[in-house]
């Protein structure tokens, strides 16, 4: 492949800003002597700014300083939206059982809330809520199995308001009450005994 070719097929990737080659190569602008990642959410620079480098300490023997919105030199697939993603779905780990929404999730990261939703659906392909919905849902299974607590119990230990609202998506996500669920759970382990 030509020198121009290759130029133009990396011009390409930074045009989708896929995080594919994150990592691979990095993105010197000439205009602004920032580098980037080929991914990099920040304006699209001109053709004619745009030199490849190879390592990230190319790119600074060059002239070139990191940005500050990518941070090309934070290590990982998507570096600092993967960190903000996992910080995220920790503080759903820990703190699903409260009454959290986007609003407080963002505001305990001290990050807005547009750019936490923004950034996590980028990361997971799921919003923040449904991605608390969908953990709290496996934990309402989980206890559901576990012992034979009420269904109010296991409601309010997964984060739900009320019982009626817990029933209700609970049958719109697995199809069936949480009674059910326990109900069909235990005549398949009493087919596999």
Not at 24 to 50: A, D, H, M, Q, W
Not at 51 to 78: M, N, T
Not at 122 to 137: A, E, F
Request: one cysteine or more.
């Amino acid at each position: 492949m030509k020198e121009q070719e290759l130029f133009e097929a990396i011009y390409e990737t930074i045009l989708s800003r896929t995080a594919k080659y994150d990592g691979l190569y990095y993105v010197g602008i000439t205009s602004t002597k920032i580098f980037c990642r080929p991914s990099c959410r920040s304006r699209t620079p001109k053709r004619e700014n745009v030199r490849v480098y190879g390592s990230i300490q190319e790119a600074i023997d060059a002239g070139f300083r990191a940005c500050k919105r990518c941070k090309p030199e934070v290590s990982g697939l998507h570096g600092p939206d993967a960190e903000l993603a996992e910080k995220l779905k920790e503080l759903i780990h820990h703190q699903y059982r409260e009454a959290l929404t986007l609003n407080t999730m963002a505001l305990q990261l001290a990050i807005s809330p547009y750019h936490l939703l923004r950034v996590f659906k980028r990361v997971t392909g799921l919003t923040p809520s449904k991605y608390l919905m969908n953990y709290r849902m496996s934990e309402a299974k989980k206890l559901l199995l576990a012992d034979q607590k009420a269904i109010a119990e296991v409601a309010a230990e997964t984060g739900f308001s009320n019982p009626p609202h817990f029933s209700s998506v609970f049958k719109k996500i697995a199809g069936c009450t949480p009674q059910e669920y326990r109900e069909k759970m235990a005549e398949e382990g009493e087919r596999l005994k």
